[in-house]
């Protein structure tokens, strides 16, 4: 079964710990939080004190995601409140060698994350000292976005070089997910699927989150 983060990016700000508490019930894994500068994405969201407020509201897993251009400046402020896994991008203009480095001396589990527009294979240095790797299935920087089908190839060859090295690291999805294109995901390797609209705006969320929890790479 796939781990299922929702995105809170999707969740209604004006009744937070009601809309955590009804995705924690319906089964959610973790939590998914996107962070973006208005630069390297076209969009601003999400500084550690909304952050803070949400690891007031749960105990499950927190999944920080940096989609900016300098990463550094935000791991300690969110390793402090809570983030458990930090991913940045390696579109970033930091070393990612330092950047890695950096999140292990704050015992952060490490994740790296990429655009659609770069190549998969821009990742292979850095496979064997990440944690996880996020493939991005619509161009970051808004919530509702349609999948791009053609993002499923980086998930296989990701899986094929994990199989190949004998590596741990996770695969984790984000971008149009629902039950048809998390499927498509899981069937191709993927670990952690992040679906934000689909989720939030479920009206019976327990139904949209069991058919991500129940996928398989055996599932239709």
């Known amino acids: ?13 004006k009744a937070l710990a009601d809309d955590i508490a009804a995705i924690e019930t319906a089964g959610a894994d973790w939590h998914h939080v996107d962070v973006m500068d208005c630069h390297l994405v076209p969009n601003l969201a999400f500084s550690p004190g909304i952050q803070h407020h949400l690891n007031q509201l749960t105990s499950r897993t927190i999944d920080t995601h940096l989609m900016v251009t300098h990463p550094s400046k935000l791991i300690s402020p969110f390793a402090e409140v809570g983030s458990e896994w930090i991913t940045f991008h390696i579109e970033c203009e930091e070393s990612t060698a330092a950047l890695i480095k950096t999140l292990r001396e704050m015992n952060v589990k490490v994740g790296i994350s990429l655009k659609p527009g770069t190549p998969v294979d821009s990742l292979a240095p850095y496979l064997q000292d990440v944690d996880m790797v996020l493939v991005m299935t619509v161009e970051p920087g808004f919530g509702g976005q349609a999948f791009m089908p053609d993002m499923i190839d980086k998930i296989t ?40 609209s689909y989720l939030y705006g479920a009206e019976d969320k327990n139904s949209a989150l069991n058919s991500l929890k129940n996928l398989s790479r055996t599932t239709p």
């Open 1 to 13: 079964m796939p781990i299922v983060a929702p995105s809170l990016l999707s969740a209604n700000f």
């Open 157 to 196: 060859w990701l899986d094929g070089r994990r199989k190949d090295l004998n590596l741990p690291f996770l695969i984790e999805v984000d971008g149009g997910i629902n039950a048809e294109t998390g499927a498509q995901c899981v069937r191709a390797g993927a670990d952690v699927l992040v679906a934000g």
